[in-house]
């Protein structure tokens, strides 16, 4: 895929990061971690954007993707906890679990320490595994919201849920080609697909944002 192309399409992660800072002072707190994390997306797409096309680096995702795994994950479960789809103790179990995946694919996936192999070793691994735990909960939070019987267009949560679970379940299936060593052609397939994908993602997240209810003192009924 053309390079330009993949970073357009990487940059529509803004739409629902404008419309999230929009909307900051006047949504609910419990989703504020949802709202950090189109920007902590933003972000890493514009560093990783940049240092490939300006500066020529084709590295620069390495470090810049393992770091955005952890803080994906981290205000995913952050979102999960306000959500009550987990308890506190489920929550600190989780992000120990994670932090222990990460280091042990560092620790064996080369001779440097900790620190050098985070910025020369992609912890596919680790994504592939993260991923599943998002994927999982996301389910168990639609569901939820379906046994709710609330209003499912304007339902936050649902939609949330939704773009999630398209866009975890089709990265741990493009990911394990990769860790497969599936044939070189279908993991680019993969890969191209998902930049694809990506963006109809974001764009179920733009929707999710518009749909989270207001705290009390900005609400007009």
């Known amino acids: 895929m053309n390079g330009l192309l993949s970073f357009i399409l990487s940059m529509v992660c803004v739409v629902p990061l404008l419309v999230g800072l929009a909307k900051w002072r006047t949504v609910k707190k419990e989703y504020y971690p949802f709202i950090i994390l189109m920007l902590a997306a933003f972000l890493t797409e514009l560093i990783v954007g940049i240092g490939k096309h300006k500066f020529n680096n ?39 679990l994670g932090g222990i995946i990460q280091i042990l694919e560092l620790c064996f996936a080369g001779k440097d ?44 949560e649902n ?3 939704i773009g999630t679970l398209l866009m975890k ?14 044939s070189h052609l279908s993991s680019v397939l993969a890969y ?12 179920i997240f733009t929707w999710a944002i518009l749909c989270i209810p207001h705290r009390k003192k900005y609400q007009i009924l």
Request: net charge positive; glycine share 0%; hydrophobic share 55%.
């Open 113 to 156: 320490n900790f620190l050098e192999m985070f910025w020369k070793h992609f912890s596919i691994y680790t994504e592939i595994i993260l991923s599943l735990i998002i994927f999982f909960l996301s389910v168990k939070q639609l569901s939820m919201q379906i046994f709710k019987n609330a209003p499912f267009i304007t339902n936050a």
């Open 192 to 203: 191209s697909i998902f930049q694809f994908l990506n963006p109809v993602c974001y764009l």
């Open 58 to 96: 084709q590295e620069i995702y390495i470090p810049v993707y393992n770091l955005y795994f952890l803080e994906e994950y981290i205000l995913y479960l952050m979102l999960f906890k306000n959500c009550t789809i987990i308890n506190k103790k489920v929550f600190v179990s989780l992000i120990i």
């Open 169 to 182: 379940g089709y990265s741990i299936l493009a990911f394990s080609f990769v860790a497969l060593r599936v």
């Open 159 to 161: 939609f949330i849920a």
